[in-house]
């Protein structure tokens, strides 16, 4: 299984009710996207006052990194990609992390 961990650092301007829509989305592949296992959605609520403005994320669980290469072009991913890029600080990528891991 692949675990895949993405945290962004959206526009302080956005407001929450769009992040939370746009998120949500994510959800919403779950079962329409092969091989993707559960989705997690949430704003960071880390005690450690360490998330650089990162406050939101996503986890997703694969069944193996060809399902998530798959998912990364997927017709119905790269939409929700795009608009989620336009709420970004910077609209850059030093605006998001991703980290997969491999899980078992």
Do not use: W
């Amino acid at each position: 299984m692949i675990r895949h961990v993405a945290i962004f650092r959206f526009s302080n301007e956005m407001p929450e009710k769009i992040l939370d829509a746009l998120l949500q989305r994510f959800c919403n592949l779950k079962g329409t996207v092969a091989g993707l296992l559960s989705v997690h959605v949430g704003t960071n609520c880390s005690p450690e006052a360490l998330d650089k403005g990162f406050r939101h994320g996503i986890i997703m669980d694969f069944e193996s990194i060809g399902d998530l290469k798959q998912y990364l072009s997927h017709p119905l991913h790269v939409p929700i990609a795009e608009d989620l890029i336009k709420c970004l600080a910077t609209g850059l990528a030093d605006d998001i992390v991703v980290f997969d891991l491999e899980i078992g």
